[in-house]
């Protein structure tokens, strides 16, 4: 029998070349400032000529990737546009028609593989997500609100007396106390380590090719994107699958305080459908109880393999960061795991529900996720659809992500036990999607490229 | 993903309208063929108005029932690709131990048509092979083309084209059965499993 082989990586040897740091947005390859806040604006274009004079004010102010630890502004500035963006902005059609099938039909079309039903369906997201109207979509980060005005108005004054451009959304996001999630957990701790990035990877963990999340660099199948056309649109650009979520916290909690019967198997069950503690520490290293120091420690907190828990009983299968992100979990399979990874900048909007209260106030909380790689389809697509809302590849048949799944008060969570395994039953949806977009990022040649679209956009991209 | 039903009939057709179609076309057939008809009429109508399981498509080309998707293609061979893959098959004798591992297929079936010059493919599998094409292109890439390079024009699985290449040859079949649509590869092995861990219990109280 012919012998399978153990990596992608081991048909690849040449190493990648260095990135380009400063054409590469901060937004792809640098975590979020810390402390952080900041505001989502989605624009929708109603004149070619007038988005491209607004692309024009706006680029000085788009923050590149080697600036980001000394920024020549108060905060970060990312710009992504979606299919409907491009078009509105008078991208030629042979780029238009050169875009991957699922980015020109957007987030909302692709509703039946992702799993977007019942309250997540497109037709219960907020306006204007999902619509032709979202063309333009602004992330502007900064470490306080004095900041985040200033380069606001830098936004706002890019458009102020153009007609044709309109704010049609607006967010604001800021940090949880703690750095938590609006669940309780120590959050934003994973991401997959991008080769020649400039940042260090944690202990064990692979590299990843960096042509997985930006194009222009060889990918993890040895080869190198080759759309959207022409190759200066695409060069050091990637795409953003935004997805913004709204979480129940009180029901989360009601439902850890049905099924446990003390304060501590309480959180023993949330821990065991995170796959983490509340403090960030790995079940696979911390199995019986927290460990905060494990958790606030960078150069431990990720450093972990499930090679000692192929059968779940520290770390379930169907753990969401076990989902997520296999690891070496499914290296039995015929899954070549480092073709499903993205890189996830997530941030938390609304106010915490307070310690203890049980019923839901009312009040709009969760997160919006902005989920990176050069490949929606087989990255957030195939992560969403055989791994978060499908339990076949851990054979847990229609079983799903216990957190982010979509659930209608029937869902069910397998926890791996001796001498019998814990099935609890009945889980709601305590995650509901409010909307999402498919959006390219392009690189800031790219950017100006776009800008400088006008009489000869023909020629240019027939290059 | 549009349903698509197996023998399609026109839209809004009654079970009363397809009675009277199915008369009309065994009108010329043998006299035992009508009886046989007439005989089954009650069986056939009985549950053509409540189908057991929704028959889909399975992506671009193929149908689906429940968790299961169908996949039949005739391709040429190409020159000496039948005396390849034939003399291929006789080797394995029966094991696709590289199968059992992909976790997803249910059986595959290769099949030599009109002397030699065209393969027959079928294969019932569990969801839908797009998604994992380059899981197969990277894990399994030998194996894959061991096989189908004994088919004119195959272009490698890692090629961008072997999607298009796959959904050229396929065609959907018009009846198809299952006898389990509820339940995957990995489905049913949990339950065998299951079911011996019951019955080693049962024989231990009985």
């Known amino acids: 029998m012919l012998s399978i082989k153990e990596s992608v990586g081991e048909t690849l040897s040449t190493p990648s070349p260095a ?11 640098r975590p979020r400032p810390k402390p952080y806040c900041g505001e989502y604006v989605i624009l929708r274009i109603g004149n070619a000529e ?4 607004m692309l024009r004010r706006i680029l ?3 923050a590149p990737a080697d600036e980001w630890w000394v920024p020549s502004l108060p905060g970060w500035l990312g710009i992504a546009f979606t299919f409907e963006g491009l078009k509105a902005l008078g991208v030629p059609q042979a780029s238009l028609g050169s875009f991957p099938i699922e980015f020109r039909q957007g987030m909302a079309a692709r509703a039946a593989i992702l799993h977007d039903f019942g309250a997540n369906a497109p037709a219960n997201w907020e306006y204007p997500f999902g619509t032709p109207d979202a063309h333009v979509a602004l992330a502007i980060y900064a470490q306080n609100n004095q ?38 957990f120590k959050d934003g701790l994973h991401n997959p380590h991008v080769e020649g990035s400039g940042l260090a990877g944690a202990g064990q963990e692979a590299s990843i090719k960096p ?39 009180a029901a989360f909690r009601r439902y850890l305080r049905a099924q446990a019967s003390s304060p501590e198997e309480e959180e023993l069950i949330a821990a065991k459908m995170v796959g983490r503690w509340r403090s960030g520490a790995p079940l696979v290293l911390a199995p019986d109880r927290d460990d905060p120091a494990l958790g606030t420690d960078g150069n431990r907190n990720n450093d972990f393999s499930y090679a000692d828990d192929m059968k779940g009983l520290k770390c379930p299968f169907s753990s969401h960061i076990r989902r997520v992100n296999p690891r070496d979990a499914l290296k039995n399979d015929i899954v070549a795991v480092d073709l499903h990874h993205f890189l996830r900048r997530g941030t938390n909007y609304g106010p915490p529900l307070p310690e203890g209260v049980l019923e839901d106030d009312g009040a709009e909380r969760g997160g919006v996720f902005l989920l990176i790689g050069a490949y929606l389809h087989r990255q957030f ?4 659809s055989q791994w978060v809302t499908d339990g076949n590849f851990i054979s847990h048949g229609t079983e799903q992500d216990p957190l982010i799944g979509n659930n209608e008060g029937d869902g069910i969570f397998t926890i791996p036990k001796r001498p019998v395994r814990r099935r609890l039953q009945g889980l709601p949806r305590f995650v509901t999607v409010r909307g999402g977009e498919y959006c390219f990022m392009p690189g800031l040649r790219a950017l100006r490229w776009i800008a400088r679209l006008g009489d000869d956009a023909e020629q240019t991209a027939a290059r | 993903m549009a349903p698509q039903t197996l023998t399609r009939p026109k839209q809004n057709q009654t079970v009363e309208d397809k009675v009277q179609q199915l008369r009309r076309l065994y009108a010329d057939a043998p006299q035992y063929a009508k009886t046989a008809l007439e005989n089954s009429l009650g069986e056939l109508t009985s549950f053509g108005s409540k189908p057991r399981a929704r028959v889909e498509s399975a992506g671009r080309t193929g149908s689906r029932q429940g968790k299961v998707s169908e996949l039949t293609m005739i391709a040429p061979f190409a020159p000496g690709g039948a005396a390849r893959l034939r003399a291929l098959l006789q080797l394995r004798d029966g094991s696709f131990d590289d199968t059992d591992r992909v976790g997803t297929v249910h059986d595959m079936r290769f099949v030599f048509l009109d002397n030699d010059t065209k393969l027959l493919f079928a294969t019932a599998y569990d969801g839908e092979w797009d998604p994992y094409i380059d899981d197969f292109a990277t894990k399994i890439t030998d194996q894959m083309d061991v096989i189908f390079s004994a088919c004119e024009g195959w272009p490698g699985i890692r090629s961008p084209k072997v999607k298009d290449w796959i959904v050229k040859y396929q065609i959907t079949a018009e009846g198809w059965y299952v006898a389990h649509p509820d339940l995957t590869v ?6 065998k499993r299951i079911g011996k861990a019951a019955e080693e219990f049962l024989d231990k109280i009985g």
């Open chain 1, 381 to 384: 697509e195939f992560i969403q």
């Open chain 1, 50 to 53: 007038q988005g491209r004079e």
């Open chain 1, 211 to 249: 042509g997985e999340f930006v194009m222009g660099y060889p990918d993890e199948r040895g080869e190198t994107a080759n759309v959207p056309i022409p190759a200066e649109l695409r060069r050091n650009g990637t795409f953003v699958a935004v997805r913004k979520f709204h979480m129940d916290v």
């Open chain 2, 186 to 191: 990995r489905d049913i092995s949990h339950v």
């Open chain 1, 19 to 29: 990135l380009e740091t400063s054409d590469i947005q901060a937004t792809v390859l």
């Open chain 1, 60 to 62: 000085p102010y788009v």
């Open chain 1, 147 to 184: 900041d985040l005005q200033k380069v606001l108005d830098l936004a706002r004054k890019s458009h102020h007396d153009l007609p044709q451009i309109s704010v049609v959304y607006r967010m604001q996001f800021g940090e949880l106390p703690e750095g938590r999630n609006p669940f309780g």
